[in-house]
């Protein structure tokens, strides 16, 4: 059965970080493209962030640029999402993703063909 189960959200004051990871099961995720999207109340789904499957380049929206850091340990079949200076609007529930495929045009992320998905995993940045 596959599954993507985020974990490590939570409530993070302004300048803080978490570090956010994404377990597969049922499959590889060295074979796919993977990464990250978000959605806040009253907001369209953002991409955040992704690897690509072939040459491993990664990719970051221009919101997070410099700020957060997507990862991959094949071995434990684990994505993470390293989040440094978090801002109040970088709240939102987080998911991670499986696709098939992605653009990526002036910064802007945006994913489609997704595979798979987890429940996400909430993050609230606020004093």
């Known amino acids: 059965q596959v599954q993507l189960v985020e974990s490590g959200g939570g409530l993070v004051q302004p300048g803080g970080s978490l570090r956010l990871s994404c377990a597969a099961s049922?499959?590889?995720?060295?074979?796919?493209?993977i990464g990250w999207f978000r959605q806040a109340p009253g907001k369209e789904r953002e991409g955040v962030s992704c690897i690509h499957s072939t040459d491993g380049n990664t990719y970051y929206a221009d919101s997070v640029k410099g700020r957060f850091t997507i990862s991959r340990d094949n071995a434990k079949n684990t994505m993470y999402l390293q989040m440094n200076s978090l801002k109040p609007e970088d709240t939102a529930v987080y998911y991670c993703a499986v696709t098939n495929g992605f653009t990526y045009y002036s910064g802007t992320l945006t994913y489609y063909d997704m595979l798979y998905w987890g429940k996400g995993t909430l993050v609230t940045v606020s004093s």
């Open positions: 049922g499959f590889t995720l060295d074979y796919y493209a």
